[in-house]
């Protein structure tokens, strides 16, 4: 999946779906794509459900951004890269085994995390990747 612009005078990123992104309840990601463009699903505020493949190497930088609905999600086997990808909303979260990277900031915004888990597979973390 691509990354989208973000247009900076609408403050939003410019997706196919942005003038609907209210309605936007669950999504559902086929299976062989491979990647979550950056800014795909931000700003989807009532999402609550999203279903991924094991497919799924990357998620870009707020893909889920401003979810604040999505409290919980599954991220698949397969999963290697992470970025900061999701809304301050997400409460629950276990990281997949074959997860390589967390890049800088990935958490730094999730206050409402209560617990992470890093599996043995992590073998770059960025900066800031956790709240101080």
């Known amino acids: 999946m691509n990354d989208f612009e973000f247009d900076t005078d ?4 410019l997706t196919p779906w942005k003038d609907d992104r209210e309605e936007v309840r669950a999504v559902v990601i086929e299976k062989g794509v491979t990647s979550i ?3 795909a699903f931000s700003d989807c505020a009532n999402l609550t459900q999203v279903i991924l493949p094991d497919s799924i190497k990357m ?3 707020d ?12 991220l698949p086997e397969g999963l290697q ?5 999701f809304g301050a909303g997400i ?5 997949p085994t074959s997860l390589e990277e967390i890049e800088a ?3 730094c915004d999730r206050s409402s995390l209560e617990e992470i888990v890093l599996p043995r597979s992590v073998t770059s ?8």
């Open 105 to 107: 900031g990935a958490f």
């Open 59 to 61: 998620i870009k930088d």
């Open 125 to 132: 973390m960025g900066k800031r990747a956790f709240p101080l």
């Open 91 to 95: 409460e629950t979260l276990e990281l």
């Open 63 to 74: 893909a889920f951004g401003e979810c604040e609905k999505l409290c919980e999600i599954r």
């Open 81 to 85: 890269r992470l970025e900061a990808a």
């Open 10 to 13: 609408a403050f939003l990123y």
């Open 37 to 39: 463009g950056e800014g």
